[in-house]
């Protein structure tokens, strides 16, 4: 038997019945006659999460047997939707899809890809091409080299390609034929027509695109949120987040335009070129005209060598409405773009979306495979403020002369490489040997956990006396409702446990991969304590691998614990639903034999409080923990504003903050969490306190109203916790001491702060440096949640600390800034950075350092 049929035969196990009637898309965006949306390998129409119905692809695919429907063994956690994922076309030999396309128009194409496990077929064999008429999509491609590169579960390939004559479109699939077993997949297909969407007059280096087609690289809402495809312009397009894409500490500032500015379309810019939603909110460089000229807005973005791309920027004035009140350049990879960009002489008029089109090839030099764009300030026409503006930000890559848009498969990182073959040979131990080293963090997490129920009980205490010195009335009722979350038991405010409600359960679980007890058993070594790494409210954290090879942490619920179903289901249905960086990852989950069981990703370098005070563990350099504190507060301002919805933690504290092998920050614990409010006029959600004491927000513990600035606030505990290097309560300390967040403003009031921050930082920080950070801490600790600033404020001036501790230098023109103009009309909109003011036009900026060099630079990198 060879190897295709042998996939065959193991497949057809798996294999689907499907209806031999071809269901078109309903909600198709152009013709409904020529448009397809299919879900590969699926047997019936069914709808996405987004409302979006798909056809099943019986109806296209060849009679012959080489192609078969199968489903995914495993969902991961994070994809979007289980419509088109959890089914699969699978393709032995060359196999190809035949539409009826409408003649001279462009086409959408869209392909889907899981890469997972379907039967008994290993992902990492599937290296395949597609074309599309003879234009080559793919080559060799990877989808599961692609997707651990990218840290990605799934992966979508858009192309606009041009017009088909004959009004006919063969999509083919070729596995490669150099590798044995190989194979092709799709998961999902999407072809629809579109507008033409591109002008050849609107590009500035002439690219012949009308003839052209093209992949879709990136698609940006700047300084919005994340769009999807029922909430696009009717083209059925994604537009993500920018900022992960922005490039140190210029983070800018998010705008969006006032209730009474209109949006209106001119006639020249069609409707649909993007959503209203893009130009109703921008990015800018703020108000801080001195700052702005020493720096450069800028987004970096990986891009395959040897290509052409198109730059898109689209643009909408929201705050001015004259020429020459913002002007500005664009730079894309050091080349000048645009000299003297005005908005509104461009447009006419604040409130009117348009965009410029922009051509760059990015060569293969010294291996450069990197696409910047950048705006600086222009001097040129002196202009009344020195800031630029973007809305939107769109990149494709261009085919070349050989009608080719394939890229090569990127390379995966070698320490993650070096860490699966660490993991490999860590499965192969003996399990006598598996537990090494293990029995000290076994003992500095007894320790921690008791230590923090003694540091709940006296901090309970200290409550109560404060309470009745001052003589007020408990609102809350019974003396006893207070929470001891910072021990190992977690409850309500009611005290009352939840019980677990198996059926309940089952559903919940339903949500990201399902384990089996034996798995989990086999994967710990039987609940080894030997394999414990931490002990926290939940229950014990064990390590331990799955499939063999794969380190995980699996979490076990305590079964004295309060924390029950309700934590259990909030922490899957949150992380089934995100993917960050700075997230922690839910691999899947366990509900059987009465166990409730949570498997992550494996963090090597445990949480961040472990390297701070009470352990063995060589202390981490100052700029090291900045680095975890800026990691953490990407992660909350994703929870904050990078989704559809506010998602506020509850729970942030130095445990919460896991860090893996390479000391990236990852937030974790998630079963606190709550949705934010819904209602525009509503800024709070009304609910029961949960939270640690010592990290908890007091305007939320008296007023039971929770907002995202309760995250902010137990965020500035956890900077000042990192700074002094020890815990939130201590109830061994004096009492002024007790509470660290009360005596580090006591000591900052006193200006003493510098003689209780960690000794081993002693004189390792600059004075500018601290200073920074112990104002920025010192504002998540306002008493009222609206003195705060927003994560997304802290995690710039976290940055911009970061800066002034590599360049001490840059600290004297920074300062010297902040002393020459004391306008408060100056301070950033959304910033609110105080320190930043209007200087001297006579500062010799070039002094500064090469860690500045981008600040300094207007043509960027």
């Not at 990149?395 to 320490?415: E, H, Q, W, Y």
């Not at 933690?649 to 920050?665: F, G, P, Q, S, Y």
């Amino acid at each position: 038997m060879n190897s295709n049929t042998h996939i065959l035969y193991s497949l057809i196990l798996l294999s689907l019945s499907f209806d031999p009637v071809l269901v078109v898309a309903k909600n198709s965006e152009l013709n409904s006659q020529h448009s397809y949306v299919l879900s590969c390998g699926g047997s019936i129409e069914s709808t996405d999460t987004n409302g979006r119905e798909w056809a099943p692809d019986s109806k296209l695919v060849p009679p012959s047997g080489d192609s078969i429907p199968a489903t995914a063994l495993h969902q991961d956690p994070s994809l979007p939707s289980q419509v088109p994922y959890m089914t699969a076309r699978i393709f032995t030999s060359e196999s190809a899809y035949n539409f009826s396309a409408l003649p001279n128009k462009r086409l959408w194409i869209r392909l889907h890809f899981y890469p997972s496990s379907y039967g008994n077929l290993d992902p990492t064999d599937a290296y395949f091409s597609v074309t599309a008429n003879g234009l080559s999509l793919l080559n060799n491609f990877s989808v599961s080299i692609a997707a651990e590169a990218h840290t990605q579960a799934y992966m979508i390939k858009e192309y606009s390609v041009s017009p088909v004559s004959n009004g006919e479109l063969c999509i083919k699939f070729n596995p490669v034929s150099h590798r044995n077993g190989s194979y092709a997949f799709v998961n999902g297909i999407e072809v629809i027509p579109m507008p033409d969407i591109f002008d050849p007059e609107n590009l500035v280096d002439g690219v012949d695109i009308r003839s052209s087609s093209v992949q879709t690289m990136f698609r940006l809402n700047v300084g919005g949120q994340y769009i999807p495809t029922t909430s696009d312009s009717g083209l059925s397009r994604t537009w993500y987040d920018d900022s992960p894409y922005l490039f140190g500490a210029g983070f800018g500032v998010s705008l969006e335009a006032g209730k009474n500015l209109t949006v209106d379309f001119p006639p020249n810019v069609p409707e649909y070129i993007a959503p209203r939603s893009v130009y109703r909110t921008a990015r800018t460089m703020g108000k801080g005209s001195s700052i702005n000229r020493k720096y450069n807005l800028t987004w970096v973005f990986k891009v395959d060598a040897n290509f052409t791309y198109i730059v898109r920027l689209h643009f909408c004035e929201l705050q001015f409405s004259k020429v020459n009140e913002r002007v500005f350049d664009i730079f894309l990879n050091n080349r000048t773009a645009q000299q003297s960009a005005d908005v509104i002489a461009w447009a006419g008029s604040a409130g009117v979306p348009m965009y410029k089109d922009f051509a760059t090839y990015v060569g293969d030099v010294n291996g450069d495979d990197e696409l910047w764009v950048a705006m600086h300030p222009s001097t040129l026409t002196k202009p009344e403020y020195f800031d630029a503006i973007l809305n939107g930000l769109e990149i494709f890559k261009v085919n070349d002369t050989r009608g080719n848009l394939a890229g090569l498969n990127p390379v995966p990182s070698k320490m993650r490489l070096n860490d699966e073959a660490e993991a490999e040979e860590a499965a192969a131990m003996p399990s006598s040997l598996s537990g090494l080293g293990y029995d000290a963090v076994r003992g500095i997490a007894g320790g921690v956990a008791g230590f923090v129920v003694v540091a709940g009980v006296c901090i309970v205490v200290l409550y109560q006396n404060k309470r009745k010195e001052k003589g007020n009335v408990d609102v809350f009722g019974p003396a006893n409702w207070l929470p001891t979350y910072g021990s190992s038991c977690t409850s309500t405010v009611s005290g009352r446990s939840t019980s677990r409600d198996s059926s309940h359960l089952s559903n919940i679980a339903s949500l990201c991969r399902h384990f089996s007890l034996p798995e989990i058993r086999h994967g710990c070594n039987n609940f080894d304590e030997s394999q414990v790494v931490g002990v926290g409210g939940f229950g014990k954290v064990y390590r331990g691998t799955i499939d063999g090879v794969i380190r995980v942490a699996i979490k076990r619920s305590n079964p004295s614990s309060e924390q029950g179903v309700h934590e259990f289901q909030t922490e899957i249905e949150l992380l089934s639903k995100l993917r960050h960086k700075h997230l922690v990852s839910l691999i899947g989950c366990c509900v059987e034999g009465g166990e409730m069981i949570l498997v992550y990703d494996y963090m090597a370098n445990g949480t961040l409080r472990e390297h701070l005070y009470k352990s063995t563990k060589p202390p981490l350099s100052w700029q090291k923990r900045l680095e975890i504190c800026i990691g953490a507060a990407r992660g909350l301002h994703y929870l904050h504003t990078g989704v559809n919805y506010t998602i506020i933690h509850r729970d942030v504290k130095t445990t919460n903050i896991l860090l893996d092998e390479n000391w990236e920050a990852k937030v974790s614990d998630f079963g606190l969490s709550k949705q934010g409010p819904s209602g525009l006029n509503q800024g709070h959600v009304s609910t029961l306190v949960k939270g640690s004491f010592g990290y908890l927000d007091p305007e939320y513990f008296r007023r039971q109203k929770l907002t995202e600035k309760s995250d902010v606030y137990s965020f500035g505990v956890v900077l000042f916790e990192v700074l002094c290097a020890r815990p939130a309560l201590e109830a061994t300390s004096p009492k002024e001491q007790v509470n660290l967040a009360d005596w580090v403003l006591y000591c900052q009031k006193k200006g003493i702060l510098e003689e209780i921050i960690d000794p081993h930082l002693k004189g390792m920080i600059s004075p500018e440096c601290l200073k920074k950070f112990a104002e920025t801490a010192e504002k998540c600790l306002s008493d009222h949640g609206v003195d705060r600033p927003s994560m997304g404020d802290v995690l710039w001036n976290l940055e911009y600390a970061l800066q002034l501790h590599d360049n001490p230098e840059a600290a004297r023109v920074y300062e010297e800034e902040r002393k020459v103009n004391n306008d408060p009309s100056m301070h950033y909109t959304t910033i609110r950075i105080e320190e930043i003011r209007e200087a001297s036009e006579e500062t010799d900026v070039l002094n500064t350092t090469a860690v500045f060099s981008q600040l300094v630079n207007p043509r960027g990198r």
